[in-house]
């Protein structure tokens, strides 16, 4: 599979679920791979392992994306070792405090939209700089949520960072469009992830919840992966300022589960 040969790629959060399959899928298709981890450098590892293994380049680098001198130095980092970035995934991210907004500290709000959005903020603002350096042209994909559109209760934090970098994707989109920087989102429904932990460990839980799934079954990293490979690849240079759903129908149902 060579739909991204000689395409560098930055994955953000890619020690662990999501992140990690899209990191180790793009190498599967030709793509040397950065990969950024905050806390497990081990887990980062075993993914930068797998695109060694599958023939290609790639470097780990430890990042706090809500902070700029952590971003500044993990693109500085990722040019040192690579000509150029071609594609950039925004994948850290944390979940829901599940707490009402009645029990919701300021601190843990702001955590959740620091990490979730001015995360993808300045991520996208230090790759469209250096993209634009080098005469336009770029991949942008931002994994939102189903939570960018549909709301749950005790989500407060998490729906307004998922809706907020929906707007902030078709902003840049449009900003974007006469450079061939294309700027897209995948929506997850219910993920196989450490962001479902319960849904991963409680079969008689996840059942539940699949029932209210069309598709009747939850999905997998592999299969948020491969919609980002589409959307990284030259077949999807005429599309931007979408956001592709990968939820089995999920969203149809207005169930609760996103992630």
Request: aromatic share 6%; with cysteine; proline share 2%.
């Amino acid at each position: 599979m060579t739909k991204l040969i000689n395409k560098t790629a930055l994955v953000t959060g890619a020690e662990s679920g999501i992140g990690k399959a899209i990191a180790i899928e793009f190498a599967l298709n030709g793509a040397d791979v950065i990969i950024t981890y905050l806390n497990d450098e081990a887990a980062a590892q075993e993914t930068l392992l797998s695109i060694k293994e599958a023939g290609r380049n790639g470097i780990i680098v430890q990042a706090d994306v809500s902070d700029l001198k952590s971003v500044e130095h993990l693109f500085e980092t990722a040019l040192c070792h690579f000509p150029q970035i071609d594609i950039l995934v925004n994948s850290a991210g944390v979940r829901s405090t599940d707490k009402y907004i009645d029990q919701l500290s300021f601190e843990e709000f702001e955590h959740t939209i620091k990490t979730n959005l001015f995360g993808v903020f300045l991520c996208c603002q230090n790759f469209v700089k250096h993209r634009l350096q080098q005469g336009g042209i770029g991949r942008i994909i931002n994994i939102t949520s189903i939570h960018e559109e549909v709301v749950s209760p005790g989500k407060t934090d998490y729906c307004a960072s998922k809706a907020a970098v929906g707007g902030l994707s078709r902003a840049l989109a449009m900003e974007l469009a006469d450079k061939q920087i294309t700027v897209n989102n995948i929506a997850p429904g219910m993920i196989l992830t450490q962001m479902n932990q319960k849904a991963v460990e409680d079969l008689d839980y996840r059942k539940e919840l699949e029932q209210r799934i069309p598709a009747k079954t939850s999905g997998t990293p592999l299969d948020v992966a491969k919609a980002a490979v589409f959307l990284a690849s030259d077949d999807a240079a005429y599309i931007t300022g979408t956001t592709q759903i990968v939820d089995g129908g999920l969203r149809l149902n207005r169930a609760p589960g996103a992630r």
